[in-house]
């Protein structure tokens, strides 16, 4: 992680918030090195976001509220701000497919890495991901 945040732009906001190229709203993960937790257009959105050497992959993507109002959206633009060039990638259940391939389209991610209805969350786990379209993978299983 180190390397990684030598490349980002990350500024200090207060005693826990971050802001990652001018994107404020990241806290450190205190159970994970590899990874931030973001709230976005707080209090409605929430994720986290793991990064490594040129990817960010977002996990636990939460949007509480009425949908369609555009809240996931914009955090997930945000995401995109704050990590210019990075390979952006989710895996998803068949609920949120929709969602996650209009951000694609959009250009806010880089690709959905699950073919199949329901994500196995083991991204190590080569049985349920024998091929990926880019071969992401985080280095160890949760």
Known sequence: MTQVIRKMNIEK?????????GVPGFT???RD????????EAPICRCI???????????????YGPRGE???????????QAFPG?????NTGECSRGFWEKMVARGHIDSIENEYWWPCWDTTCITCHPTRA????????W
């Open 49 to 63: 976001v793991f990064v490594q050497d040129d990817w960010v992959e977002i996990h636990n993507v939460k949007v």
């Open 33 to 40: 090195e590899e990874s931030w937790y973001y709230v976005s």
């Open 70 to 80: 555009g809240h996931g959206t914009a955090m997930i633009a945000n995401i995109r």
């Open 28 to 30: 450190p993960n205190p």
């Open 134 to 141: 880019t071969g992401k993978r985080r280095a160890g299983a």
């Open 86 to 90: 990075y390979h952006i990638w989710v």
């Open 13 to 21: 906001i207060n005693k826990k918030a971050y802001a990652i190229n």
